[in-house]
DNA sequence: CGCCGAGTTGAACTGAATCAAGAAACGTGG
DNA sequence: CCACGTTTCTTGATTCAGTTCAACTCGGCG
């Protein structure tokens, strides 16, 4: 019963792209499993393929690439979002994309094999599947835009205004890199946004 | 005839994501279009919804957003790719995303409307048009990781490796803000790059 | 032939990166 | 519950790469 509770996560997230009907989700639920991770356990590491589509039913998901020693943090996920390595999910290649858990984790997962069950057997299924990965590709080509026309600072106020419950669970050295600049700056940039609130 | 042959750069286009059987082919083949742009000619404005899903048949279409009065580039798109506000054309939503003939164009096109026919009446099409979204969301996810992790330099480098036949092709005031920098920087990375290559 | 936009080059400037040090927060074990 | 050690965050000083601005070259086109 607890857990048929959290599962309710999953068909909220595959609702924001169509309505799910009653069987839809009795065909689907079967498959369904969860899965959980301490802090800063790895979920992806790189060069593993993506065996499962996710949805956060706990904590913080993050995901980066490494680049010279480095790591570069490239998107995070939080409860009731949908948290996959989707383009190696996709491709069924190995994952470029590193996963992690900021907080303690738990993640409603879906195989890969199954969701293709799913698709086979249901024309329902490949709608869901379809209007689910449509979804996902605008997030994508949103962020993207978002990167190439927005400063450091603009982006963090973007992210202050829209997901301000989030932005506190991120780590600063982790948000840094999202906003294609050093933990320092970052720093920095917090602090002028600040003093600006003050004043006014 | 003629026009029969450029048809078949659409269908090329789509097998990338599954293979299409003749019947299929002919089921969608009667709403294909060809639409014509002069170079420099908009191809979809800002606010625009986008009712095309096209593949280029000829030409170069360049993709950009405004921001402060300036114009930055964010994908271009050659011969036998697809090239569409793609976010506006899923969501049916005003582009944010500006589209212009860099070249004098020719685009195969397929109606939003006349997609959702085929949508309804085969899951055939629901699996090519899930298959299509998943292809073309991979290639935003690898493009967001570029921008993530390669400096310009890097970024021209690699479009010098990939596509050697297309960055002669893009003028370099519309490249240089897909690579995330001044016109002049760029000028001044391509002197670099040469000069290297001579030495060696 | 002369115009115009695109591209190149140079010089000065600027904002972010880097390096280093200190303050604050965290958590681990006594 | 406190003490200590570790990590994260902040702050300052310096360096450096890219921007900006301006001048100049090049090539196409009427």
Redesign the interface.
């Known amino acids: 019963m607890y857990e048929n509770c959290k599962y309710q996560l999953f068909r909220t997230a595959l609702e924001e792209g169509a309505p799910i009907t009653d069987e839809n989700w009795d065909t689907i639920k079967p498959h369904l499993k969860l899965r959980h991770f301490n802090k800063g356990e790895a979920i992806i590491e790189h060069g593993q393929v993506e065996n499962y589509l996710s949805v956060v039913a706990k904590g913080c998901v993050r995901f980066f ?1 490494h ?1 010279d020693g480095n790591e ?1 943090n ?1 998107e995070f996920s939080f409860e009731g979002e949908f948290s996959t390595s ?2 190696s999910f ?2 069924r290649r190995p994952s ?2 590193l996963m992690e858990a900021v907080e303690d984790v738990t993640l409603i997962s879906i195989h890969y094999d199954n969701l293709q069950t799913l ?1 086979k057997d249901s ?1 329902t299924g ?2 869901i ?2 209007l689910t ?2 979804g ?3 997030w ?6 978002q ?3 927005l400063s450091a600072e603009e982006l963090y106020i973007d992210l202050l205004n829209q997901y301000p419950e989030y932005i506190n669970r991120i780590p600063q050295k982790y948000l840094a ?1 999202y906003l ?1 600049v050093q933990p320092e700056s970052l720093s920095r940039i917090k602090r002028r946004i600040y003093s600006n609130k003050k004043r006014k």
């Open positions: 690439v680049k570069i490239f989707y383009a996709l491709s470029f994309v698709y024309a490949e709608k599947g379809r990965t449509e996902y590709y605008i994508r080509e949103h962020r993207e835009i990167l190439l026309t890199s294609q």
